[in-house]
């Protein structure tokens, strides 16, 4: 039936004019054609991965970090460099969320990670991966089992488990000793289980704290070039060095740690 102006339309839930049809119509419309462009005003706000302000952090009487406000958007790839000292490990916990700054404000995804509820902390930690400066890998148990344990914790299905630590092992490389236990690997390939465990959840930022400084520089090269393919696949990455000739390799936005203040920003304009 074609409706026309002045015509009434009885339906079960009441009596329409032409116009009113028309009119809801076209916000149906309007809705559909505007839908797209807020989105991509939200993705446009939603570019920051990671912001600080003013962020501070004292141990005792030991001033870790002091005054540092930075932004590490999306697809970004960082590293902080810094003797050692510098703040770098603090920086990254306070990130992840197992640190709280004294002062400031941290931005992870847009949301105030200092006003998270309790029961929102995890799912965030879910969308971030972090691998440590000491492995931290439980020697007697499988590779497999290593990597599988931060997806056991959640209570993922042993169908996605499997799925999710067989895609994580091979993008390191590692499908092949899935069954071996830990402690008899090379430093290098633990230091890949420790790579796949952080990258098991697909997390959209991975932070890696000192990723290569128990490695020597063939080692370093590989997992480097590891860092650099993940990076690749999308992921943020901020990764803390004080080693020179990785910063020289990666090529990417430094940050510059000393006495727990920011001292150079490579990416900061002007
Ligand atoms: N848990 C802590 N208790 C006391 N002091 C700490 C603690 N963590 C870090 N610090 C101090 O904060 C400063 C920055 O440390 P850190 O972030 O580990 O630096 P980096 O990783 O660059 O070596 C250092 O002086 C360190 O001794
Ligand atoms: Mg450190």
New binding site residues.
Partial sequence: MVLRSGMVLKTKRGAFTAQSKLDHALDRVKMTVCAPVQREECSREGHAMIQLFHVSKT??R????RDITLRIDKGECVLLT??????????L?LIFGTEVPDEGQILVQNRNIARLRATDVPYLRRTMGFVLQDFKLLGHKTVEENVALPLIIQGVSRIDLRRKVADALKAVGLERKRGSPTIGLSAGEQQRVCIARAIVNNPVILLA??PTGNLDMDLTLEIIDLFKTIHARGTTVLL?T?NPYIVERMKSRVLE?QG?HLVRDSGEQG
């Fill in positions: 141990f005792a030991c001033v870790a970090l810094g003797p050692s000292g510098a703040g770098k490990t603090t920086l916990k704290d000192e803390a004080h740690l727990g």
